[in-house]
Structures are given as C-alpha cells and as structure tokens.
C-alpha cells in the first residue's frame, strides 16, 4: 500500500487484508512503539520502522503467507526495499496506492483521525501538501484507488488487481 497519510489507504489495507485472510503490517504503530520504548524521537524511527516492517514481512512470506504492507512508501528508496524483499523471496510483489480526490475530505480525515497510537504525533495537513510535492514519480505498475468511492468497490478493484498478477 502507498499513500499521503489520511488518504484511505489503512482502510483498503485492511479491508484487503481480511478478504485474503493475511496480516497487515503498519509502519506507524511499529514507530509509535518505538517511541513508547523509549527510543528518543530524534532517531531515525521512521527508517527503523520501515526496516522492522520489512523484517516481519520476510518472516511471514518464509512461512507462506501473505502479507499487506501499510506505509507512505513515498519515495524510491522505501518502495525499493519492497522490491528487494520480494526479489530475495522470490514473492510477487503489486503496490495499491490510495488517493483522496477529495481535498476538503482528506484534509478531514487527517484532522479528526485518532488511530489509538498514544502519543504518536499525526502529521499536519502543512505537513502532508509538502510531503505531496516530494512524492516521486512511480517506476512500478501500480494500481491507484480513490477512497472516496465506496470500500467494496475498491476492495474489488484491489482483489481483481491482484488476481491478474
């Protein structure tokens, strides 16, 4: 999954991780958790969240299962460590970026959410425009949803996806 934050995507990675009957591993709360640990805000969590995330991923494609990766993925680096994952487990790897067509909506979203992470700081709607402009341009096939058309319809969309890979 890709997306700004407050886009939808937790909600379509979600829903598609209980179609499939898989995991769905977070970045954020394994960030937040971090930060509940005591690991000082200054280090780079957002990095080592990525990197744990990555780690459980491989253990559970060794184990046969799949998995629903929820994170920004934003820029190239972070969408290659997905792609290195999958080449080292031999794994078919198809990213899901979320939208919000919506801005009003997103902006909402992203101001009224409470996702139960504690302290985790919520990203700023300043924070998300400028995040916006560093998005890097897509290399990869992916498949781009709308969250503001209705869940089972992209839960469809997302399931038909994946079936032609």
């Not at 959410?113 to 425009?129: I, K, N």
Request: charged share 30%.
């Amino acid at each position: 999954m890709a997306g700004l934050p407050g886009s939808g995507k937790s909600a379509v990675a979600e829903d598609l991780a209980k179609a499939l009957d898989c995991a769905v591993l977070s970045v954020d709360p394994v960030e937040a958790a971090m930060w509940r640990s005591g690991v000082d805000r200054d280090q780079p969590t957002g990095l080592a969240a990525y990197v744990v995330v990555e780690a459980i991923a491989a253990e559970q494609i060794a184990l046969g299962h799949d998995v629903v990766v929820d994170a920004v993925n934003a820029v190239e680096p972070a969408r290659d460590e997905w792609r290195q994952l999958a080449e080292r487990t031999g794994t078919l790897l198809r990213f899901i970026e979320v939208r919000c067509s919506d801005e009003r909506e997103h902006r909402r979203r992203l101001e009224s959410r409470d996702r139960g992470l504690g302290d985790f700081r919520e990203p700023t709607w300043e924070s998300v425009q400028a995040r916006r402009s560093g998005f890097s341009e897509w290399n990869d096939e992916r498949l781009v949803l709308d969250s503001m058309l209705a869940r089972e319809d992209n839960l469809r969309a997302a399931l038909d996806y994946l079936a032609d890979g």
